[in-house]
Protein backbone atom coordinates (compact mmCIF):
# COMPACT_ATOMS: atom_id res chain seq x y z
CA UNK A 1 0.00 0.00 0.00
CA UNK A 2 1.06 3.59 -0.64
CA UNK A 3 3.15 5.39 2.75
CA UNK A 4 0.92 7.04 5.09
CA UNK A 5 1.09 9.98 7.87
CA UNK A 6 1.48 6.58 10.61
CA UNK A 7 4.19 5.15 8.61
CA UNK A 8 6.26 8.69 8.44
CA UNK A 9 5.76 9.07 11.71
CA UNK A 10 6.82 5.82 12.58
CA UNK A 11 9.94 6.00 10.31
CA UNK A 12 12.71 5.73 13.17
CA UNK A 13 15.23 8.42 11.13
CA UNK A 14 12.71 11.16 10.74
CA UNK A 15 11.83 11.37 14.57
CA UNK A 16 8.44 13.29 13.89
CA UNK A 17 6.12 14.26 16.69
CA UNK A 18 2.27 14.13 16.12
CA UNK A 19 0.89 17.41 17.23
CA UNK A 20 -2.92 17.60 16.05
CA UNK A 21 -5.37 15.39 13.53
CA UNK A 22 -4.41 12.05 15.19
CA UNK A 23 -7.49 10.39 13.67
CA UNK A 24 -6.57 10.87 10.05
CA UNK A 25 -2.70 9.58 10.24
CA UNK A 26 -4.05 6.34 8.23
CA UNK A 27 -4.74 8.98 5.23
CA UNK A 28 -2.10 7.83 1.93
CA UNK A 29 0.65 10.38 1.34
CA UNK A 30 0.67 10.99 -2.84
CA UNK A 31 3.78 13.35 -2.22
CA UNK A 32 5.84 15.46 -0.15
CA UNK A 33 6.29 19.26 -1.13
CA UNK A 34 8.09 22.21 0.39
CA UNK A 35 6.35 25.65 -0.10
CA UNK A 36 6.72 28.88 1.88
CA UNK A 37 4.02 30.73 0.11
CA UNK A 38 1.12 31.86 1.99
CA UNK A 39 -0.85 30.56 -0.12
CA UNK A 40 0.80 27.82 -1.81
CA UNK A 41 -3.29 26.07 -2.80
CA UNK A 42 -2.71 26.74 -6.63
CA UNK A 43 0.36 24.44 -6.81
CA UNK A 44 -1.44 21.64 -5.19
CA UNK A 45 -2.95 18.81 -6.45
CA UNK A 46 -4.63 16.78 -3.40
CA UNK A 47 -2.61 13.95 -1.05
CA UNK A 48 0.52 15.67 -0.43
CA UNK A 49 1.92 16.25 2.89
CA UNK A 50 3.09 20.38 3.36
CA UNK A 51 6.27 20.83 4.46
CA UNK A 52 7.11 24.76 5.91
CA UNK A 53 9.39 26.76 8.10
CA UNK A 54 6.36 29.51 8.22
CA UNK A 55 9.29 31.72 6.84
CA UNK A 56 6.39 34.01 5.00
CA UNK A 57 3.23 33.19 7.54
CA UNK A 58 2.10 35.10 10.26
CA UNK A 59 1.76 32.03 12.50
CA UNK A 60 1.24 33.87 15.48
CA UNK A 61 -2.15 35.11 14.61
CA UNK A 62 -5.43 32.96 14.79
CA UNK A 63 -7.67 34.54 12.22
CA UNK A 64 -4.52 33.87 9.34
CA UNK A 65 -4.27 30.54 10.78
CA UNK A 66 -7.80 29.52 10.78
CA UNK A 67 -8.30 30.56 6.81
CA UNK A 68 -4.65 29.21 6.18
CA UNK A 69 -5.27 25.84 7.09
CA UNK A 70 -8.85 26.05 5.50
CA UNK A 71 -7.61 26.23 2.23
CA UNK A 72 -5.01 23.25 2.48
CA UNK A 73 -7.93 20.94 3.60
CA UNK A 74 -9.85 22.30 0.65
CA UNK A 75 -6.94 21.89 -1.64
CA UNK A 76 -6.67 18.47 -0.87
CA UNK A 77 -3.74 18.26 1.27
CA UNK A 78 -3.33 15.66 3.68
CA UNK A 79 -0.95 16.73 6.16
CA UNK A 80 1.39 19.80 7.61
CA UNK A 81 5.01 19.51 8.83
CA UNK A 82 5.94 22.17 10.38
CA UNK A 83 10.00 22.21 10.93
CA UNK A 84 11.25 23.96 14.54
CA UNK A 85 14.00 26.01 15.66
CA UNK A 86 14.24 27.92 12.28
CA UNK A 87 11.61 30.47 11.96
CA UNK A 88 9.98 29.34 15.53
CA UNK A 89 11.21 27.52 18.46
CA UNK A 90 7.74 25.37 19.10
CA UNK A 91 4.66 25.60 16.94
CA UNK A 92 3.11 28.66 17.59
CA UNK A 93 -0.24 28.14 19.47
CA UNK A 94 -2.28 30.05 17.05
CA UNK A 95 -1.73 27.33 14.03
CA UNK A 96 -1.60 24.24 16.34
CA UNK A 97 -5.49 25.56 17.80
CA UNK A 98 -6.79 25.79 14.06
CA UNK A 99 -4.93 22.67 12.67
CA UNK A 100 -6.94 20.80 16.02
CA UNK A 101 -10.17 22.69 15.34
CA UNK A 102 -10.00 21.06 11.50
CA UNK A 103 -8.90 18.00 12.46
CA UNK A 104 -5.80 18.70 10.17
CA UNK A 105 -2.71 16.24 10.74
CA UNK A 106 0.10 18.43 12.37
CA UNK A 107 3.68 16.80 12.34
CA UNK A 108 6.58 18.64 14.49
CA UNK A 109 9.90 18.26 12.49
CA UNK A 110 12.68 18.94 14.29
CA UNK A 111 15.88 21.25 13.17
CA UNK A 112 17.88 18.11 12.40
CA UNK A 113 15.12 16.51 10.14
CA UNK A 114 15.76 17.91 6.49
CA UNK A 115 13.19 18.33 4.52
CA UNK A 116 14.66 16.41 2.07
CA UNK A 117 15.20 13.25 4.18
CA UNK A 118 10.89 13.83 4.41
CA UNK A 119 10.62 13.99 0.75
CA UNK A 120 13.35 10.79 -0.01
CA UNK A 121 11.58 8.78 2.63
CA UNK A 122 7.73 9.38 0.78
CA UNK A 123 9.62 8.35 -2.63
CA UNK A 124 11.14 5.49 -1.54
CA UNK A 125 7.88 4.31 -0.25
CA UNK A 126 6.03 5.53 -2.94
CA UNK A 127 8.48 3.21 -5.05
CA UNK A 128 8.12 0.42 -2.76
CA UNK A 129 4.66 0.42 -3.13
CA UNK A 130 4.94 0.52 -7.03
CA UNK A 131 7.48 -2.48 -7.14
CA UNK A 132 5.29 -4.61 -5.42
CA UNK A 133 2.19 -4.15 -7.37
CA UNK A 134 3.90 -4.41 -10.28
CA UNK A 135 5.56 -7.43 -8.69
CA UNK A 136 2.16 -8.69 -7.30
CA UNK A 137 0.60 -7.55 -11.41
CA UNK A 138 3.01 -9.89 -12.98
CA UNK A 139 2.49 -13.24 -10.48
CA UNK A 140 -1.24 -12.43 -11.15
CA UNK A 141 -0.51 -12.77 -14.71
CA UNK A 142 1.19 -15.73 -14.56
CA UNK A 143 -1.56 -17.29 -12.28
CA UNK A 144 -4.33 -16.29 -14.49
CA UNK A 145 -2.42 -17.68 -17.56
CA UNK A 146 -2.15 -20.93 -16.02
CA UNK A 147 -5.75 -20.86 -15.16
CA UNK A 148 -6.62 -20.00 -18.96
CA UNK A 149 -4.42 -22.89 -20.28
CA UNK A 150 -5.32 -25.56 -17.74
CA UNK A 151 -9.06 -24.99 -17.03
CA UNK A 152 -10.36 -22.28 -19.17
CA UNK A 153 -12.65 -19.01 -18.82
CA UNK A 154 -14.42 -19.94 -15.92
CA UNK A 155 -10.92 -20.15 -14.20
CA UNK A 156 -9.87 -16.97 -15.20
CA UNK A 157 -13.06 -15.23 -13.63
CA UNK A 158 -12.69 -16.98 -10.64
CA UNK A 159 -8.82 -15.92 -10.27
CA UNK A 160 -9.60 -12.60 -10.99
CA UNK A 161 -12.59 -12.08 -8.53
CA UNK A 162 -9.71 -13.19 -5.96
CA UNK A 163 -7.12 -10.86 -7.05
CA UNK A 164 -9.56 -7.70 -6.99
CA UNK A 165 -11.01 -8.59 -3.36
CA UNK A 166 -15.02 -8.26 -5.27
CA UNK A 167 -16.41 -10.38 -8.35
CA UNK A 168 -15.92 -10.59 -12.01
CA UNK A 169 -18.09 -11.80 -14.64
CA UNK A 170 -17.87 -12.79 -18.44
CA UNK A 171 -20.77 -11.52 -21.01
CA UNK A 172 -20.98 -13.18 -24.50
CA UNK A 173 -21.87 -10.81 -27.39
CA UNK A 174 -25.65 -10.46 -26.59
CA UNK A 175 -25.06 -9.61 -22.76
CA UNK A 176 -25.67 -12.99 -21.53
CA UNK A 177 -23.65 -14.23 -18.22
CA UNK A 178 -21.29 -16.93 -19.33
CA UNK A 179 -18.97 -17.46 -16.07
CA UNK A 180 -19.82 -15.11 -13.20
CA UNK A 181 -17.31 -15.83 -9.53
CA UNK A 182 -18.16 -15.71 -6.81
CA UNK A 183 -21.73 -17.32 -6.70
CA UNK A 184 -23.31 -14.66 -4.82
CA UNK A 185 -22.59 -12.11 -7.85
CA UNK A 186 -24.99 -13.70 -10.22
CA UNK A 187 -27.66 -12.21 -9.75
CA UNK A 188 -25.61 -8.50 -9.74
CA UNK A 189 -23.97 -9.65 -12.89
CA UNK A 190 -26.99 -10.26 -14.68
CA UNK A 191 -28.64 -6.47 -14.32
CA UNK A 192 -25.90 -5.18 -16.34
CA UNK A 193 -27.08 -6.73 -19.64
CA UNK A 194 -28.34 -3.39 -21.00
CA UNK A 195 -25.14 -1.76 -20.15
CA UNK A 196 -22.97 -4.51 -22.15
CA UNK A 197 -24.96 -4.01 -25.38
CA UNK A 198 -24.71 -0.60 -25.12
CA UNK A 199 -20.39 -0.98 -24.79
CA UNK A 200 -20.79 -3.59 -27.44
CA UNK A 201 -22.10 -0.95 -29.88
CA UNK A 202 -18.79 1.26 -29.72
CA UNK A 203 -15.32 -0.15 -31.30
CA UNK A 204 -13.22 -2.55 -29.34
CA UNK A 205 -11.47 -1.99 -26.69
CA UNK A 206 -13.97 0.06 -25.03
CA UNK A 207 -14.25 0.67 -21.39
CA UNK A 208 -17.41 1.96 -18.96
CA UNK A 209 -17.68 2.85 -15.12
CA UNK A 210 -21.57 1.96 -13.66
CA UNK A 211 -22.26 1.54 -10.28
CA UNK A 212 -21.68 4.49 -7.40
CA UNK A 213 -19.00 4.04 -5.17
CA UNK A 214 -20.05 0.92 -2.87
CA UNK A 215 -20.76 -1.10 -5.90
CA UNK A 216 -18.28 0.64 -8.83
CA UNK A 217 -18.26 -1.58 -11.72
CA UNK A 218 -15.74 -1.86 -14.46
CA UNK A 219 -16.61 -3.30 -17.98
CA UNK A 220 -14.16 -3.91 -20.36
CA UNK A 221 -14.85 -4.88 -24.00
CA UNK A 222 -13.11 -8.09 -25.22
CA UNK A 223 -11.81 -8.64 -28.98
CA UNK A 224 -9.91 -6.92 -31.49
CA UNK A 225 -10.05 -4.79 -33.83
CA UNK A 226 -13.49 -3.09 -33.94
CA UNK A 227 -15.25 -6.45 -33.60
CA UNK A 228 -16.19 -6.76 -29.70
CA UNK A 229 -16.75 -10.58 -29.02
CA UNK A 230 -17.89 -10.09 -25.43
CA UNK A 231 -17.53 -8.12 -22.29
CA UNK A 232 -16.11 -8.26 -18.66
CA UNK A 233 -17.31 -6.98 -15.74
CA UNK A 234 -15.56 -6.27 -12.26
CA UNK A 235 -16.94 -5.23 -9.38
CA UNK A 236 -15.20 -3.73 -6.42
CA UNK A 237 -16.24 -1.36 -3.27
CA UNK A 238 -13.12 1.25 -4.14
CA UNK A 239 -11.30 2.21 -7.45
CA UNK A 240 -8.81 -0.33 -8.68
CA UNK A 241 -5.37 -0.22 -7.58
CA UNK A 242 -2.09 -0.96 -9.62
CA UNK A 243 -2.08 -4.53 -9.14
CA UNK A 244 -5.26 -4.76 -9.35
CA UNK A 245 -5.38 -3.03 -12.69
CA UNK A 246 -2.54 -5.23 -14.07
CA UNK A 247 -4.98 -8.28 -13.15
CA UNK A 248 -7.82 -6.72 -14.92
CA UNK A 249 -5.84 -6.02 -18.30
CA UNK A 250 -4.39 -9.73 -18.21
CA UNK A 251 -7.79 -11.28 -17.83
CA UNK A 252 -8.81 -9.03 -20.62
CA UNK A 253 -6.23 -10.11 -22.86
CA UNK A 254 -6.45 -14.11 -22.04
CA UNK A 255 -10.64 -13.80 -22.57
CA UNK A 256 -9.74 -11.77 -25.80
CA UNK A 257 -7.75 -15.13 -26.86
CA UNK A 258 -10.10 -17.41 -25.66
CA UNK A 259 -13.09 -15.63 -27.57
CA UNK A 260 -11.77 -14.23 -30.48
CA UNK A 261 -10.83 -17.25 -32.68
CA UNK A 262 -7.78 -17.15 -34.97
CA UNK A 263 -9.15 -15.77 -38.75
CA UNK A 264 -7.53 -18.53 -40.24
CA UNK A 265 -9.18 -21.43 -38.31
CA UNK A 266 -12.48 -19.75 -38.73
CA UNK A 267 -12.02 -19.59 -42.51
CA UNK A 268 -11.15 -23.02 -42.67
CA UNK A 269 -14.26 -24.05 -40.22
CA UNK A 270 -16.50 -22.22 -43.11
CA UNK A 271 -15.20 -23.73 -45.89
CA UNK A 272 -15.53 -27.02 -44.28
CA UNK A 273 -19.17 -25.70 -43.43
CA UNK A 274 -19.40 -24.99 -47.18
CA UNK A 275 -18.19 -27.77 -48.60
CA UNK A 276 -20.92 -29.82 -45.95
CA UNK A 277 -23.24 -27.82 -46.95
CA UNK A 278 -22.76 -28.61 -51.00
CA UNK A 279 -22.85 -32.09 -50.53
CA UNK A 280 -26.29 -32.19 -48.42
CA UNK A 281 -27.67 -30.26 -51.14
CA UNK A 282 -26.15 -32.46 -53.95
CA UNK A 283 -27.78 -35.57 -51.91
CA UNK A 284 -25.10 -36.76 -50.55
CA UNK A 285 -25.59 -36.86 -46.86
CA UNK A 286 -23.26 -39.90 -46.24
CA UNK A 287 -20.62 -37.92 -47.70
CA UNK A 288 -21.36 -34.75 -45.47
CA UNK A 289 -21.38 -36.64 -42.69
CA UNK A 290 -18.24 -38.27 -43.23
CA UNK A 291 -16.45 -34.62 -43.96
CA UNK A 292 -18.18 -33.13 -41.15
CA UNK A 293 -16.79 -35.92 -38.68
CA UNK A 294 -17.86 -34.99 -35.55
CA UNK A 295 -17.23 -30.87 -35.68
CA UNK A 296 -21.39 -30.27 -35.71
CA UNK A 297 -21.75 -33.02 -33.25
CA UNK A 298 -25.41 -34.80 -34.26
CA UNK A 299 -26.37 -31.85 -36.13
CA UNK A 300 -27.15 -34.00 -39.03
CA UNK A 301 -28.60 -36.88 -37.62
CA UNK A 302 -31.37 -35.17 -36.63
CA UNK A 303 -34.48 -32.93 -37.75
CA UNK A 304 -33.14 -29.42 -38.36
CA UNK A 305 -34.02 -26.21 -40.24
CA UNK A 306 -32.04 -24.61 -42.74
CA UNK A 307 -32.12 -20.62 -42.46
CA UNK A 308 -31.40 -18.36 -44.95
CA UNK A 309 -30.80 -14.87 -44.65
CA UNK A 310 -30.37 -11.55 -46.76
CA UNK A 311 -29.55 -8.59 -46.54
CA UNK A 312 -31.51 -5.96 -47.74
CA UNK A 313 -30.42 -3.34 -49.82
CA UNK A 314 -29.32 0.36 -48.57
CA UNK A 315 -27.04 2.36 -46.84
CA UNK A 316 -24.95 0.21 -44.17
CA UNK A 317 -25.36 2.10 -40.62
CA UNK A 318 -21.87 4.79 -40.36
CA UNK A 319 -19.82 2.48 -37.76
CA UNK A 320 -21.89 -0.40 -38.08
CA UNK A 321 -21.41 -4.23 -38.21
CA UNK A 322 -22.42 -5.85 -40.97
CA UNK A 323 -25.99 -7.32 -40.12
CA UNK A 324 -25.07 -10.61 -41.50
CA UNK A 325 -22.16 -10.99 -39.16
CA UNK A 326 -23.66 -10.28 -36.19
CA UNK A 327 -26.36 -12.72 -36.76
CA UNK A 328 -24.19 -15.14 -37.48
CA UNK A 329 -22.51 -14.25 -34.04
CA UNK A 330 -25.98 -14.09 -32.35
CA UNK A 331 -26.83 -17.68 -33.24
CA UNK A 332 -23.46 -19.11 -32.48
CA UNK A 333 -23.70 -17.35 -28.80
CA UNK A 334 -27.30 -19.20 -28.47
CA UNK A 335 -25.54 -22.44 -29.77
CA UNK A 336 -22.71 -22.49 -27.16
CA UNK A 337 -25.22 -21.57 -24.42
CA UNK A 338 -27.31 -24.13 -25.00
CA UNK A 339 -24.38 -27.14 -25.98
CA UNK A 340 -26.01 -27.24 -29.40
CA UNK A 341 -24.28 -27.32 -32.72
CA UNK A 342 -24.68 -24.96 -35.71
CA UNK A 343 -23.33 -24.63 -39.27
CA UNK A 344 -23.17 -20.92 -40.50
CA UNK A 345 -22.51 -20.51 -44.15
CA UNK A 346 -21.72 -16.91 -45.50
CA UNK A 347 -23.56 -17.48 -49.29
CA UNK A 348 -23.34 -15.16 -52.39
CA UNK A 349 -21.05 -13.90 -55.02
CA UNK A 350 -18.61 -12.37 -52.59
CA UNK A 351 -19.79 -14.35 -49.84
CA UNK A 352 -21.66 -11.53 -47.81
CA UNK A 353 -24.78 -10.67 -49.30
CA UNK A 354 -26.88 -14.69 -47.19
CA UNK A 355 -26.00 -16.51 -44.59
CA UNK A 356 -27.37 -20.16 -44.74
CA UNK A 357 -27.68 -21.63 -41.64
CA UNK A 358 -28.48 -25.50 -40.29
CA UNK A 359 -29.99 -25.64 -36.72
CA UNK A 360 -31.57 -28.51 -34.52
CA UNK A 361 -35.60 -28.00 -35.16
CA UNK A 362 -36.89 -26.93 -31.56
CA UNK A 363 -33.44 -25.86 -30.74
CA UNK A 364 -31.92 -22.98 -29.04
CA UNK A 365 -30.73 -21.54 -32.38
CA UNK A 366 -33.99 -21.37 -34.27
CA UNK A 367 -35.53 -19.82 -31.14
CA UNK A 368 -33.19 -16.78 -31.08
CA UNK A 369 -33.32 -16.79 -34.93
CA UNK A 370 -37.09 -16.10 -34.07
CA UNK A 371 -36.34 -13.55 -31.31
CA UNK A 372 -33.81 -11.71 -33.30
CA UNK A 373 -36.07 -11.17 -36.27
CA UNK A 374 -38.87 -10.35 -33.69
CA UNK A 375 -36.49 -7.54 -31.94
CA UNK A 376 -34.13 -6.37 -34.38
CA UNK A 377 -33.52 -7.80 -37.97
CA UNK A 378 -36.35 -5.31 -39.58
CA UNK A 379 -33.90 -2.34 -38.20
CA UNK A 380 -30.46 -3.77 -39.13
CA UNK A 381 -31.78 -4.47 -42.68
CA UNK A 382 -32.40 -8.65 -42.60
CA UNK A 383 -34.81 -10.61 -43.82
CA UNK A 384 -34.87 -14.11 -43.04
CA UNK A 385 -36.28 -17.52 -44.64
CA UNK A 386 -36.88 -20.77 -43.00
CA UNK A 387 -37.58 -23.77 -44.46
CA UNK A 388 -39.73 -26.61 -42.36
CA UNK A 389 -37.83 -29.27 -40.12
CA UNK A 390 -36.25 -32.09 -42.25
CA UNK A 391 -33.03 -34.30 -42.43
CA UNK A 392 -30.12 -34.24 -44.44
CA UNK A 393 -31.48 -36.86 -47.37
CA UNK A 394 -33.99 -33.42 -48.06
CA UNK A 395 -31.81 -30.55 -47.43
CA UNK A 396 -31.98 -29.90 -51.14
CA UNK A 397 -35.59 -29.43 -50.71
CA UNK A 398 -35.54 -27.35 -47.36
CA UNK A 399 -32.99 -25.21 -48.88
CA UNK A 400 -35.94 -24.22 -51.51
CA UNK A 401 -38.24 -23.74 -49.02
CA UNK A 402 -36.20 -21.66 -47.08
CA UNK A 403 -35.39 -19.73 -50.54
CA UNK A 404 -39.37 -19.21 -50.93
CA UNK A 405 -40.05 -18.06 -47.68
CA UNK A 406 -37.20 -15.40 -48.13
CA UNK A 407 -39.19 -14.59 -50.91
CA UNK A 408 -42.04 -14.09 -49.73
CA UNK A 409 -40.72 -12.52 -46.55
CA UNK A 410 -38.66 -9.63 -48.71
CA UNK A 411 -42.17 -8.92 -50.99
CA UNK A 412 -44.19 -8.25 -47.56
CA UNK A 413 -41.65 -6.71 -46.04
CA UNK A 414 -41.53 -8.94 -43.10
CA UNK A 415 -38.61 -9.86 -41.25
CA UNK A 416 -38.93 -13.32 -41.24
CA UNK A 417 -41.15 -15.99 -42.57
CA UNK A 418 -41.50 -19.87 -41.95
CA UNK A 419 -42.35 -22.03 -44.85
CA UNK A 420 -44.92 -23.71 -42.87
CA UNK A 421 -46.67 -20.01 -42.50
CA UNK A 422 -46.93 -20.54 -46.28
CA UNK A 423 -48.01 -24.04 -46.65
CA UNK A 424 -50.69 -23.97 -44.15
CA UNK A 425 -52.26 -20.47 -45.57
CA UNK A 426 -53.47 -18.91 -48.71
CA UNK A 427 -52.02 -18.46 -51.69
CA UNK A 428 -54.52 -15.45 -52.26
CA UNK A 429 -51.74 -13.42 -50.49
CA UNK A 430 -49.11 -13.96 -52.59
CA UNK A 431 -50.76 -12.62 -55.67
CA UNK A 432 -50.47 -8.67 -53.95
CA UNK A 433 -47.07 -8.53 -55.73
CA UNK A 434 -46.66 -5.37 -58.17
CA UNK A 435 -45.95 -8.20 -60.95
CA UNK A 436 -48.89 -10.10 -60.83
CA UNK A 437 -51.28 -6.92 -60.68
CA UNK A 438 -49.47 -5.60 -64.13
CA UNK A 439 -50.07 -9.19 -65.53
CA UNK A 440 -53.79 -9.11 -64.29
CA UNK A 441 -54.44 -5.40 -65.37
CA UNK A 442 -53.01 -6.85 -68.80
CA UNK A 443 -55.13 -9.71 -69.00
CA UNK A 444 -59.05 -8.01 -67.98
CA UNK A 445 -57.64 -4.93 -69.58
CA UNK A 446 -59.77 -5.08 -72.74
CA UNK A 447 -62.98 -6.33 -70.89
CA UNK A 448 -62.66 -3.22 -68.75
CA UNK A 449 -62.58 -1.41 -71.59
CA UNK A 450 -65.80 -3.04 -73.18
CA UNK A 451 -67.46 -2.37 -70.04
CA UNK A 452 -66.59 1.25 -69.62
CA UNK A 453 -68.84 1.78 -72.92
CA UNK A 454 -71.60 0.80 -71.06
CA UNK A 455 -72.17 -2.25 -73.86
CA UNK A 456 -72.90 -5.09 -71.15
CA UNK A 457 -71.20 -6.08 -67.66
CA UNK A 458 -68.59 -8.98 -68.81
CA UNK A 459 -66.37 -8.54 -65.96
CA UNK A 460 -68.74 -8.90 -63.31
CA UNK A 461 -70.49 -12.09 -65.60
CA UNK A 462 -66.99 -13.73 -66.26
CA UNK A 463 -66.41 -13.60 -61.90
CA UNK A 464 -69.92 -14.60 -61.33
CA UNK A 465 -69.49 -17.98 -64.15
CA UNK A 466 -66.41 -19.34 -62.64
CA UNK A 467 -67.63 -19.12 -59.36
CA UNK A 468 -70.49 -21.43 -60.42
CA UNK A 469 -67.56 -23.65 -62.09
CA UNK A 470 -69.11 -22.74 -65.61
CA UNK A 471 -72.85 -24.05 -64.14
CA UNK A 472 -74.95 -21.77 -66.57
CA UNK A 473 -78.54 -21.88 -64.78
CA UNK A 474 -76.37 -21.20 -61.26
CA UNK A 475 -74.76 -17.96 -62.79
CA UNK A 476 -77.03 -16.69 -64.54
CA UNK A 477 -79.88 -16.48 -61.74
CA UNK A 478 -77.06 -14.99 -59.17
CA UNK A 479 -76.91 -12.21 -62.25
CA UNK A 480 -79.95 -11.90 -62.66
CA UNK A 481 -79.99 -12.52 -66.48
CA UNK A 482 -81.37 -15.04 -68.53
CA UNK A 483 -78.64 -18.30 -69.55
CA UNK A 484 -78.86 -17.46 -73.36
CA UNK A 485 -77.52 -13.79 -72.28
CA UNK A 486 -74.80 -15.13 -69.98
CA UNK A 487 -73.91 -17.44 -73.13
CA UNK A 488 -73.63 -14.65 -75.17
CA UNK A 489 -71.28 -12.23 -72.76
CA UNK A 490 -68.83 -15.41 -72.38
CA UNK A 491 -68.93 -15.85 -76.11
CA UNK A 492 -67.81 -12.31 -76.19
CA UNK A 493 -64.80 -12.59 -73.48
CA UNK A 494 -63.30 -15.31 -75.52
CA UNK A 495 -63.75 -12.80 -78.46
CA UNK A 496 -62.51 -10.07 -77.19
CA UNK A 497 -60.07 -11.90 -75.47
CA UNK A 498 -58.42 -14.32 -78.30
CA UNK A 499 -58.83 -16.79 -75.41
CA UNK A 500 -60.89 -20.08 -74.89
CA UNK A 501 -62.81 -20.80 -71.49
CA UNK A 502 -62.84 -24.66 -72.04
CA UNK A 503 -58.96 -24.36 -71.36
CA UNK A 504 -58.46 -25.26 -67.51
CA UNK A 505 -55.13 -22.96 -67.80
CA UNK A 506 -57.15 -19.85 -68.92
CA UNK A 507 -60.27 -20.41 -66.63
CA UNK A 508 -57.44 -20.71 -63.65
CA UNK A 509 -55.22 -17.71 -65.23
CA UNK A 510 -58.80 -15.25 -65.40
CA UNK A 511 -59.75 -16.40 -61.96
CA UNK A 512 -56.43 -15.43 -60.50
CA UNK A 513 -56.37 -11.75 -62.70
CA UNK A 514 -60.03 -11.05 -60.95
CA UNK A 515 -58.55 -11.82 -57.46
CA UNK A 516 -55.63 -9.95 -58.03
CA UNK A 517 -57.39 -6.97 -59.01
CA UNK A 518 -60.17 -7.46 -56.57
CA UNK A 519 -62.94 -6.12 -59.31
CA UNK A 520 -61.22 -2.76 -58.78
CA UNK A 521 -59.42 -2.42 -61.80
CA UNK A 522 -60.20 0.68 -64.34
CA UNK A 523 -59.27 1.22 -67.93
CA UNK A 524 -57.62 3.99 -68.44
Known amino acids: MPPTLASLVQHSALKLTVRAGEDRLDTPVRWAHVS ?54 GIPAALLDAAREEHLPLLEVPRRTPFLAISKAVSAAIAADQYRAVTAGFEAQRELTRAALAEGPDAVVARLAAHVDGWAALYDTSGTVLAVSPDWAARRAARLTADVERLRERPAPASAVVGGTDDRVELQSLGTGRRVRGALAVG ?76 VPGEPKEGGEAPLAVLAENLEAAAARAGESVLTVPDGPEDGERLVVLAGDGGAVV ?53 EELAAGSVLPLLA ?34 SRHGQWDAAAADLGVHRHTLRYRMRRVEEILGRSLDDPDVRMELWLALKATGGSATAD
Not at 437 to 450: C, K, M, Q, S, T
Open 367 to 419: AACEGYATREAEEAGLVVGLSAPTGPIAAAAAYKQAEQALSVARRRGRALVEH
Open 36 to 89: ELADPVPYMEGGELLLTTALTLDAEDPEAMRRYVRRLLGAGVVGLGFAIGVNYE
Open 236 to 311: TGAPLGTAERYAVHSAVALLTLTTERSRSLQEAEQRLGAAVLRMLLAGQPDHARAVAGSLYGGLLDAPFRLLIAES
Open 433 to 466: DDAVRAFADGLLRALYEHDATGRGDLVASLRAWL
